[in-house]
């Protein structure tokens, strides 16, 4: 050993070779003072931490080597494997909903152990999990004690307190706000200094507490079935909707159907409403009705529209051809079976349509006027079409067969499949 000027520093081998031997002079050649010397006796031979691979000779140090050298090569194998496939698939915790807070446990405490060797930004940055979710879930899986309170104050100390919580459940309840929309609410709330809190914060609350504002709608009373003819012609319905094309022109739809069959007697494209287009439609439906062997005065429910209302259709009241009834100022009842017709014509068929010009619209509007008429059955007929209706082909006999017709189908069914063959499962 070199010789130093000042402190020394001792093998602590020879400490404990002194120690153990009880002679200060067993090393007098290194020239070690005298009183370290005795000291070293003194102190005797100490207890020291130590392992077992200490002990190991050279020959069990290379098989331990060549062992966990193994273990490095299978851990960067499924590492590199793992960050393979998290990589093509897009794969990350940030991405994935929990709503199971024993998951959000397995995960945490993987997280808790691997942290030990890892650091915790990398154990993240491995499952693809932001920090601000882990320690919210952190956060709430400590939980707090306190029963008024759904997370810990302490931890969100920016929340709102329980009183003013319930001052903005007492606002939303309360008659006497419930003309005011929520964010003026809420900004009334500023105003007057009860709660100071944004209008997402009272819509947030809102939803999490299942609060109901005091606002039910009185409707007025009306008849649960509307006016209903006793035969054919006995009651007809007119009226007019607007369609737009595609290059954004008007063109007003004008139909007139039969009451008790729902028939579509006639109806017509125009690009304006007129008395003049309403009394042609009229004489159209007059035509078809007598062609169908019609031979009564039909009484024509209309709106109180100036298509309908004028000098044109007047002629065709004052030669008792017709009679007019005004919806909801004549009687109450509405319009409503001819409105039904347009919305069934307009949703679930002309609007599916490229609607270039009036020609194309004509084209449709004939198609599915045919097709209502003569090929779909009416589901306030129980499986008859507004022809049959019309013209008295459908009775109560066929009527009463289509239940008959359900049973045998049900019934062949049944024999078709216990005829199949059976799996083993059946056949125990």
């Not at 707090?144 to 931890?155: A, F, G, K, Q």
Request: hydrophobic share 40%; proline share 4%.
């Amino acid at each position: 050993m070199e010789n130093y000027c000042g402190h020394q520093s001792y093998d602590y081998r020879l400490k404990a070779l002194v120690a153990h031997s009880g002679n200060p002079a067993l090393f007098s050649d290194l020239e070690i003072p005298r009183t370290t010397l005795s000291t070293w006796v003194n102190q005797g031979v100490r207890s020291v931490v130590s392992h077992e691979v200490l002990d190991l000779d050279n020959l069990d140090l290379q098989k331990r080597l060549v062992e966990l050298e193994n273990e490095n090569h299978q851990l960067k194998a499924k590492v590199e494997l793992f960050s393979t496939a998290k990589e093509v698939t897009g794969w990350s915790l940030d991405f994935c909903r929990f709503p199971h807070e024993d998951i959000k446990k397995k995960i945490l405490n993987l997280i808790a152990v691997a942290a030990i060797i890892i650091p915790l930004i990398e154990c993240l940055k491995i499952l693809g999990l932001s920090a601000s979710r882990y320690f919210s879930w952190c956060h709430r899986e400590a939980g707090c004690d306190l029963e008024d309170h759904s997370c810990c104050p302490h931890t969100f100390p920016s929340k709102l307190t329980s009183s003013e919580v319930k001052t903005i459940g007492d606002m939303v309840r309360d008659k006497d706000y419930a003309h005011f929309p929520i964010r003026a609410l809420a900004f009334y709330a500023m105003r007057i200094g009860l709660v100071v809190a944004s209008p997402s914060t009272w819509y947030r609350l809102i939803r999490e507490k299942g609060w109901i504002r005091p606002r039910k709608r009185l409707y007025p009373e009306k008849p649960k079935i509307g006016i209903r003819a006793s035969s054919p012609n006995e009651i007809w319905h007119i009226d007019t909707t607007i369609l737009k094309l595609v290059d954004g022109t008007k063109g007003y739809i004008q139909a007139c159907i039969d009451n008790f069959s729902r028939y579509v007697l006639a109806w017509r494209i125009s690009a304006s409403i007129s008395g003049l287009g309403c009394r042609e439609l009229l004489c159209s439906a007059l035509k078809k009705a007598h062609e169908m062997g019609a031979i009564n005065v039909p009484e024509v429910w209309c709106d109180s529209g100036i298509e309908n209302i004028n000098s044109d259709v007047n002629k065709l009241i004052e030669n008792k051809y017709i009679t007019r009834v005004i919806a909801q100022i004549d009687i109450d009842f509405s319009n409503s079976i001819v409105e039904a017709f347009f919305r069934s014509f307009k949703h679930g068929y002309l609007f599916l349509q490229d609607l270039a010009s009036y020609a194309f619209l004509e084209k449709h509007g004939d198609f599915y006027i045919q097709q209502h008429n003569e090929v779909m059955p009416h589901s306030a007929f129980k499986g008859a079409t507004p022809e049959e209706v019309y013209r008295g082909q459908w009775n109560e006999l066929i009527e009463k067969a289509i239940p008959l017709e359900l049973a045998n189908a049900r019934k062949k069914r049944i024999e078709y499949h216990q005829n199949l063959d059976r799996c083993s499962i059946c056949s125990n």
